[in-house]
């Protein structure tokens, strides 16, 4: 069972435009981290939220916390073909070992020009 | 700066075959993680280790075997290959702080025909 739930799955925009992508759960995460994946690469780590209602910016990536701490949301303005790749949610949950580190499905974003 | 080194990169095996893939970080990170990542499923964690001569199952641990006989390195055996475990594989290793960066190597596409 996938403990955290990403969507949307797939995500097709033109260059400019705004989105958002989400990833809940019914569990609480002592922390939430945000990855993104190139094709034959390893995920690299953007960002990581740690508090309940927090809020990071990253140039033009907005994350953000839910008060609960039990989802989050990545806002990206003004898209460029560059954003485009595979974006993963991961988390530890209070419930298991801290050593867990388990991922969402994933949103693969594919941005035109 | 290696970070973390999976061998091999690619492998063909035979239904019922055995092999053992190799996972090594430099960074003297006491986590280690063994993902699989197949189309739409994002990465599923297979097994984790929080220290040397310690395992733990993840989500999806039946076929594969694991040691962490030394702190720098994470072994994972799959002992009779089924073609149900042709995947990409990734190795990941991290500090213990909750929300610390889980690094990841390049991945190691593995076929069983």
């Known amino acids: 069972t996938q403990l955290l739930e990403q969507s949307p799955q797939f995500l097709s925009i033109q260059e400019g435009e705004n989105l958002t992508v989400y990833c809940n759960s019914s569990s609480v995460f002592s922390s939430l981290q945000w990855y993104r994946q190139e094709p034959g690469e390893g995920p690299v780590l953007l960002v990581t939220v740690v508090t309940g209602g927090e809020v990071k910016k990253l140039k033009r990536l907005t994350f953000q916390f839910g008060d609960a701490r039990k989802d989050s949301s990545l806002h990206i303005t003004a898209a460029q073909p560059g954003d485009t790749g595979l974006y993963l949610c991961a988390g530890r949950n209070y419930g298991g070992s801290q050593g867990n580190l388990i991922f969402g499905k994933g949103t693969k974003l594919s941005v035109k020009p | 700066n290696a970070g973390v080194t999976q061998t091999p990169k690619f492998r063909v095996l035979k239904t019922g075959q055995s092999m053992t893939l190799l996972c090594a970080q430099d960074m003297n990170h006491e986590y280690m993680y063994w993902y699989r990542q197949d189309p739409g499923m994002g990465l599923r964690l297979i097994h984790y280790?929080?220290?040397?001569?310690?395992?733990a199952k993840g989500e999806v641990p039946d076929g594969y075997n694991v040691s962490r006989l030394k702190k720098q390195n994470f072994l994972l055996g799959l002992e009779s290959a089924a073609p149900s475990q042709t995947s990409v594989y990734f190795c990941?290793?991290?500090?213990?702080?909750?929300?610390?960066?889980?690094?990841f190597g390049q991945g190691t596409r593995l076929t069983v025909v």
């Open positions: 280790s929080v220290g040397e001569g310690t395992t």
């Open positions: 990941a290793s991290s500090y213990t702080k909750t929300g610390t960066e889980a690094f």
